[in-house]
């Protein structure tokens, strides 16, 4: 009996209070906007601009960088899509140093550096001939670059040049 009273003062208290219902609105969530690395990167030759960012991350082009899970001994890559022309076309840069040893210099040999538009039609990249100078700080996901690079389709030596600070972290 004590059960029914109980639903039944529920029932009339619902009901008295239920004069105005309020709507509820889901609140929007925020969007973390993908391709927040910022860039400091002049290219000049083949390809002239400047990259100050990184697009968001769509299809098969995925910005990523091992940055500070890397070991001595292992290999360290960052890479990254970007526009750096007058066009909006997008560009990939892919940094690698083959063995890791830490934060610092990486000079021709120990460090390889790529320039690819997004389909990869035309490519760039550090071959014999090229000169790079490339730092790596002690976060080891940003550092300074300048490298020459052949253009792959043509052997031009020296065809591209890239000067500036990358970054690979938000």
Not at 44 to 55: F, H, R, S, Y
Request: proline share 2%; with cysteine.
């Amino acid at each position: 009996m004590l059960r029914v009273a109980g639903i039944v003062a529920l029932i009339v208290l619902a009901a008295a209070c239920d004069q105005t219902t309020a709507q509820t609105v889901a609140s929007p969530s925020p969007v973390i906007a993908q391709g927040t690395w910022t860039e400091g990167l002049t290219f000049t030759g083949d390809v002239p601009g400047e990259m100050t960012a990184i697009v968001a991350d769509t299809g098969t082009e995925l910005s990523a960088c091992t940055g500070s899970k890397s070991r001595t001994g292992d290999v360290w890559a960052d890479t990254f899509y970007g526009t750096l022309d007058s066009s909006g076309d997008t560009w990939g840069v892919v940094f690698t140093v083959k063995n890791f040893s830490g934060p610092g210099t990486y000079v021709t040999g120990a460090i390889t550096v790529e320039l690819n538009s997004a389909d990869t039609t035309k490519v760039w990249l550090t071959l014999d001939g090229d000169k790079t100078t490339f730092t790596i700080d002690r976060s080891q996901q940003s550092g300074t670059l300048d490298a020459t690079m052949t253009n792959a389709a043509t052997g031009k030596v020296a065809a591209e040049h890239v000067t500036g600070r990358w970054n690979c972290r938000g």
